[in-house]
């Protein structure tokens, strides 16, 4: 089968990749359709040291599975896998199990290909009134609503910083929660489409008042000192995306800052995709207009070059 | 009168410092001990940029005061000082009024004289069992408390990095709070005084399973590193010192691993002195052990270079 695979940091498409064979309680599912996200993006970039198949925001059919209440059921799925985990370490798990795998990211191949295998018990089913292009976002998705897991966000002054991918879809989530939310980027050019979904836009160099809470989602470390520098005392600020090898501005003015100003940081990754589909089915997300373009799968190679240029919304794969 | 001055990151002892005059809701102190704190030394540093008298960990006697209710009581004070406050700002009040001065640190004379002022509102009798080297203890002792507002100790395995004197205040606070503390330094040296107070002690390069809540004191990056590397995921790490001018080993995986691990970190400063008070006459802190030496208010620079040194005790000053 096709599949995207990384090795030594090099990316290509593999036309005659073995495909995978479900294991026992696993389900076979034939991929419809894919997302690249900016973990993908890092991961090329050699992040992490990670071999194999890309790919873990997907949306597919189960073909195959020893449970035969699944066969033919269209479903998205969770992406840390421990399927042997007791709960006995007390982690949130399986997102912090020290045994897990992660799909499309440790050691277990991923979803940018036609098929994939995943555990039963990480497969959701998808609404019927979701269509694919939708529920290929509900793991982004998931990851936004685990933002109000982790903190209160109703009523909060809110600025998500980042007007990405992901940074929409939290501004989405947490407006939705209630939260009076500001969208900020580096560039006018930038704000057109928070501006189009409603939201108070502000460049970061404009003079405003402190957050109550400030999301971080740009994956540079300027944006990390602007969080620093705009949330108030006793504030929150939420981590969601990871620096490359850049140091900060000023690290120990930062810290400092967190001290004297008692400011909460909470580093945020995966979250629950009930109700990333249920908002989805729920119609209150926009996904639609944070689709940049659709590729093939055998023109992965292209479509990540694409995914790589700045301000560029999301690059669906289809096999 | 004397007082310990701090003007162009030199300290000297002035001779004729005029003694201040209390304001209308003011109390003015005759202090009797003054403790020398890390802050005070990276006053010195430049880490701020105060010129005045230094000194804000103090006991005293009120000796004029327009409310007679205060005058011959023995006091401490609080150090954020915001007597206009209505607190409209909706911040925790007065520690993060933006208005505010602090004893000795930010616009305000502090205690290393022979007299200071405070408003009636900043003082606090101290119980007559707790005696004036005890007492003196209660503004550090109330930021160890702090902790124990900010996140939930009983029960959790937590780990007190920096076996100096705020951390074996903070160890004995989160102890008496429920934490199970292990008590964490560089050098073996540095482990007996905590050992004696009966802790759990660990350098550390030794190999430890990861910990619930992390406070950090050390002043030192890689106190920082140290406690991103050894929390567990969704644990919290309590910031209580603050960093010079240094960066630390590797910010962007320090970063990452925040996020990764979903690690929780909160910034810490003043805390409620009642509570700290409470303490001290119930005689659970030990903060005798924690004395290294008192000196004269007039050597004040002497009693610095002491302080200054590595793993030196609390330094005391009297008038």
Redesign the interface.
């Given at each position: 089968m096709n599949a995207i695979y990384l090795e030594d940091n090099k990316l290509s498409v593999r036309e005659s990749y073995p495909q995978p064979e479900p294991a026992a309680g696993e389900a076979l599912i034939r991929v419809t359709l894919i997302g690249v996200c900016s973990t993908d993006l890092e991961l090329v970039k050699g992040?992490y040291p990670y071999s194999g198949v890309l790919g873990h925001e997907f949306v597919g059919v189960v073909e195959r599975c020893d449970d035969t209440s699944w066969i033919g059921e269209r479903v998205v799925g969770t992406i840390n896998i421990s399927p042997t985990c007791d709960g006995a370490c007390g982690?949130?798990c399986p997102?912090?199990c020290p045994e897990r795998t992660v799909l499309g990211i440790v050691a277990k191949d991923g979803a940018m290909a036609e098929y994939v295998t995943l555990p039963t018990q990480n497969l959701l089913r998808v609404p019927a009134n979701v269509p694919d292009p939708s529920a290929v976002f509900t793991e982004p998705l998931a990851a936004a609503v685990r933002i109000t897991e982790?903190t209160a966000v109703a009523g909060q002054r809110t600025a998500v910083v980042g007007p990405g991918r992901l940074g929409l879809l939290v501004a989405q989530v947490l407006r939705h929660f209630g939260a009076d939310v500001t969208v900020v980027g580096r560039s006018e050019k930038s704000l057109a489409l928070p501006a189009k979904l409603g939201f108070v836009t502000a460049q970061n160099n404009d003079d405003l008042a402190a957050f109550d809470l400030i999301v971080e989602t740009t994956a540079n470390?300027n944006g990390?000192a602007w969080a620093v520098e705009k949330i108030?005392?006793?504030g929150t600020i939420i981590?969601?995306?990871?620096?490359?090898?850049?140091?900060?501005p000023n690290?120990?003015a930062l810290?400092?800052?967190?001290?004297?100003?008692?400011?909460?940081?909470?580093?945020?990754?995966c979250g629950p995709f009930q109700p990333a589909l249920d908002l989805l089915a729920q119609g209150v997300i926009d996904v639609s207009v944070l689709i940049e373009r659709e590729f093939a799968l055998q023109d992965g190679v292209a479509a990540f070059e694409h995914a790589a240029q700045p301000s560029v919304r999301k690059i669906l794969l289809r096999p």
């Open positions: 992040y982690l949130r997102e912090h982790q470390p990390f108030r005392p006793n981590l969601k995306s990871t620096y490359a090898d850049t140091t900060p690290f120990a810290m400092a800052q967190i001290v004297v100003n008692e400011i909460t940081l909470i580093g945020s990754r």
